[in-house]
């Protein structure tokens, strides 16, 4: 089936240690978004990419970058990780950025 | 500002009743309307959505109901199961910008 798939599910990194996350879809959309979703709180877009765009939040850290090589992938680098960048991180597609995303299974990542 | 937000942030519901969640948001550039279901440790899953030029949209056990007179969207689950336990977010969606905000979710609770 078409889906959005992450890897890996769960992810442990050292303080400072760089990190990357990667989501691949198999969907063909245009969009790819990456989200930052906290304990009981809702999904925080960090950035998305239109096709090749780069579109970052305003208020996304520095220490959060993302690549898209190619339609299917996506990845959350992630420089310098500090123990509040434990989160799960969600990648999400859209057909167009009209439509609905939809979700991978998001990447839970720990940070010692 | 923009921002979504919902009502209750736990709703108790017993099996087999209906159970109404509410959602109001304050950006009236939002063009569509998005719930999702999000259960324990799994990216969120679309539910169902709602265009601004609509008022109502049923689907399988859901129907969305939206007033943009007083910007609020609520979704409606009929013959609520178990499997229904969840956290349900809204999302408000521009087609300009093609992104999403996300209110604070409700989590369903469903008593056997």
């Known amino acids: 089936d078409a889906m959005v798939i992450q890897n890996p599910r769960y992810q442990v990194t050292q303080f400072g240690k760089p990190v990357t996350l990667s989501c691949s879809q198999t969907l063909n959309h245009n969009v790819m978004y990456w989200y930052q979703q906290k304990s009981s709180q809702a999904p925080k877009l960090l950035f998305h990419y239109y096709d090749k765009d780069f579109n970052n939040e305003a208020d996304t850290p520095d220490n959060f970058q993302s690549r898209r090589p190619n339609t299917s992938f996506c990845f959350l680098d992630i420089r310098s990780p500090g123990l509040g960048d434990a989160a799960m991180y969600l990648c999400?597609?859209?057909?167009?950025?009209?439509?609905?995303?939809?979700f991978g299974p998001g990447t839970r990542l720990t940070v010692t | 500002g923009e921002s979504v937000g919902l009502h209750l942030p736990t709703l108790s519901v017993q099996e087999g009743d209906n159970s109404i969640i509410n959602c109001a948001y304050s950006?009236?550039?939002?063009?569509?309307f998005i719930w999702y279901k999000q259960e324990s440790g799994k990216g969120p899953q679309f539910i169902i959505d709602i265009r601004s030029n609509m008022d109502k949209r049923q689907g399988q056990r859901v129907t969305v109901l939206l007033n943009k007179t007083v910007k609020h969207l609520s979704l409606q689950i009929a013959a609520t199961q178990p499997g229904d336990s969840a956290v349900y977010f809204c999302?408000?969606?521009?087609?300009?910008?093609?992104?999403?905000?996300f209110g604070q979710g409700t989590t369903l609770q469903v008593k056997p």
């Open positions: 950006n009236s550039a939002s063009d569509y």
């Open positions: 999302a408000g969606g521009s087609s300009n910008t093609g992104k999403l905000i």
């Open positions: 999400a597609t859209s057909r167009d950025g009209w439509h609905e995303q939809y």
